[in-house]
């Protein structure tokens, strides 16, 4: 069915409907969409989400394939509670406290580009395309990320545990700043697991970066690019994938907090391992 205008009441679609969007679509005047099947926004589409209003999608049996452009805004939100599958290859923007919440499996694919300021959820997996970027601003809950692309973090801030899993050679990850909002919070980096068809790469290499000392919550690790690359190695027949997770920048924290700063206190840690097979 056709999806098109504006709606400024709530509205339900039933189960088994497939969702298409035509031209542009409004949500606004704090109304919510209840979709239960499933949703496309197809290329050269757009759709807005105004001002505390959402688009709910609750199906467990249909996708939800976004290929055009998603814009939500201020206190809006755009929530998949279940689908078999989301698929993004167009673009997506959310504003300051805006909502983003994928908890399904979601793909990143082509060149789709996703920018959340306000927060970001996903919950279900998340797996990022090689020329997929994801630029992530706000609050992050994530039980991991599968990247194979690019994830910038600018001002992002981590309350629980956040994992980035390095997929493929070339893959990326920027921060530029990063805040943890207590000692239970922390980033990962690894690349432990990382294939290549169906070979595992020889190295598991492990960055984590959490918040030391409680006295100084919601401070920043800042200015840190990690890089994956992987090189093959051929000794007569048989062929391994020798995979490295280099860390490069200058380093510094940002002190979020009234407390004076210890000199001899270790505000933010960060933990390497690597168990190099070759």
């Given at each position: 069915?056709?999806?098109?205008?504006?709606?400024?009441?709530?509205?339900?679609?039933?189960?088994?409907?497939?969702?298409?969007?035509?031209?542009?679509?409004?949500?606004?005047g704090q109304a919510t969409l209840t979709i239960q099947g499933g949703l496309e926004i197809?290329?050269?589409?757009?759709?807005?989400?105004?001002?505390?209003?959402?688009?709910?999608?609750n199906s467990g049996t249909a996708n939800v394939i976004i290929a055009g452009n998603l814009n939500v805004y201020e206190t809006g939100a755009f929530t998949v509670t279940l689908s078999k599958e989301v698929n993004i290859s167009g673009t997506i923007l959310?504003?300051?406290?805006?909502?983003?919440?994928?908890?399904?499996?979601?793909?990143?694919?082509?060149?789709?580009?996703?920018?959340?300021?306000?927060?970001?959820?996903?919950?279900?997996?998340?797996?990022?395309?090689?020329?997929?970027t994801l630029s992530l601003q706000g609050a992050v809950s994530t039980d991991g990320i599968k990247n194979s692309g690019t994830i910038t973090m600018d001002?992002?801030?981590?309350?629980?545990?956040?994992?980035?899993?390095?997929?493929?050679?070339?893959?990326?990850?920027n921060i530029y700043s990063v805040s943890f909002g207590s000692t239970n919070a922390s980033l990962e980096i690894t690349d432990a697991?990382?294939?290549?068809g169906q070979t595992v790469a020889v190295n598991d290499n492990s960055v984590i970066i959490s918040l030391n000392n409680s006295s100084y919550a919601n401070s920043a690790i800042e200015g840190?690019?990690?890089?994956?690359?992987?090189?093959?190695?051929?000794?007569?027949?048989?062929?391994?994938?020798?995979?490295?997770?280099?860390?490069?920048?200058?380093?510094?924290?940002?002190?979020?907090?009234?407390?004076?700063?210890?000199?001899?206190?270790d505000i933010i840690k960060i933990a390497i391992s690597s168990t190099a097979q070759a």
């Open positions: 069915a056709e999806l098109t205008g504006v709606y400024g009441t709530n509205t339900t679609f039933p189960l088994n409907q497939n969702m298409v969007v035509s031209g542009t679509l409004t949500v606004t197809p290329e050269g589409t757009t759709v807005y989400i105004e001002e505390g209003s959402s688009i709910i999608v959310s504003e300051e406290d805006a909502r983003l919440a994928f908890n399904a499996p979601t793909k990143l694919t082509g060149s789709a580009s996703v920018t959340s300021m306000g927060t970001f959820e996903a919950n279900n997996g998340l797996e990022i395309g090689s020329e997929a001002g992002a801030s981590i309350a629980g545990t956040a994992t980035i899993n390095m997929a493929a050679s070339g893959a990326v990850v697991g990382l294939t290549v840190l690019v990690f890089t994956e690359s992987v090189t093959a190695k051929t000794q007569g027949s048989v062929t391994d994938y020798v995979n490295t997770l280099q860390m490069s920048g200058n380093a510094s924290v940002n002190v979020n907090s009234n407390v004076q700063i210890d000199e001899n206190v």
